[in-house]
């Protein structure tokens, strides 16, 4: 159990344009989910924490208005980077909190997608 | 916030030898304490985690013990092998909000045959 998907794995866009990625629970319900970046180093970076049916809260230095999350169901949530540039480019990875978990704390990774901006 | 200073890698072992990879964190309060694992073309997978100080996290040979008092939770293994190849990441959460992790900078283990 606590399988998280994203979708899609890879995505190559043309600067300017925006692309929407998907992180689904697919066996817990979330309310809870959290967008990270992962830089070349390997750190990942907490960019926003996404709950159902509020307003995302974002770390400090993250865009907003850039980095739209929608967390529209229990399952789902969406990262939109809109007007993509080139220094967007990164691996982006979604986790997902149990709602029924013990400790509440344990976050339960998806496989991330790899965003390449030309 | 939190903070954590993982060891630089690559650590590069061969198989059966004994692997540590040191942790220490500075945080609020006691925070649960994570190791996660990445293997290649793969998402962080959950290692092991310890919610209390003195508590013992294991799984898959992996041991790692919430010390309080150093505010360390390093990563041993007596024995690892070609399969434990992979970057290693240790997290602590936020004892208040949203729970967030924060991660180090990961370490990677290369183990040859």
């Known amino acids: 159990g606590a399988v998280v998907s994203q979708h899609p794995s890879r995505v190559i866009c043309k600067s300017g344009t925006s692309v929407k990625i998907e992180c689904r629970s697919l066996d817990f319900q979330a309310t809870t989910m959290f967008w990270y970046r992962q830089f070349p180093k390997k750190s990942l970076m907490l960019m926003a924490t996404s709950n159902e049916g509020s307003k995302a809260t974002y770390e400090q230095g993250v865009e907003k208005d850039k980095f739209l999350i929608n967390h529209a169901s229990l399952t789902l949530s969406t990262l939109t980077v809109t007007s993509a540039h080139p220094e967007d480019s990164s691996f982006y990875i979604c986790?997902?909190?149990?709602?029924?978990?013990?400790?509440?704390?344990?976050?339960?990774f998806g496989p991330g997608t790899r965003l390449t901006v030309l | 916030g939190n903070s954590v200073t993982q060891m630089e890698g690559p650590v590069t072992l061969s198989e059966e030898a004994f692997l540590t990879i040191n942790c220490t964190y500075t945080?609020?309060?006691?925070?649960?304490l994570f190791w996660y694992v990445q293997y290649p073309g793969e998402g962080l997978q959950l290692l092991l985690k310890a919610t209390k100080a003195d508590d013992k996290g294991s799984n898959k040979g992996f041991e790692a013990t919430y010390r309080k008092e150093t505010t360390s939770f390093h990563l041993e293994k007596g024995s690892v092998q070609v399969s434990d190849s992979a970057v290693y990441f240790c997290?602590?959460?936020?004892?208040?909000?949203?729970?967030?992790?924060?991660f180090g900078k990961g370490t990677m283990l290369l183990v040859s045959p």
């Open positions: 997290a602590p959460s936020s004892i208040s909000g949203y729970s967030t992790l924060t």
């Open positions: 945080a609020t309060g006691y925070p649960s």
């Open positions: 986790s997902a909190r149990r709602d029924d978990g013990r400790p509440r704390d344990t976050q339960y």
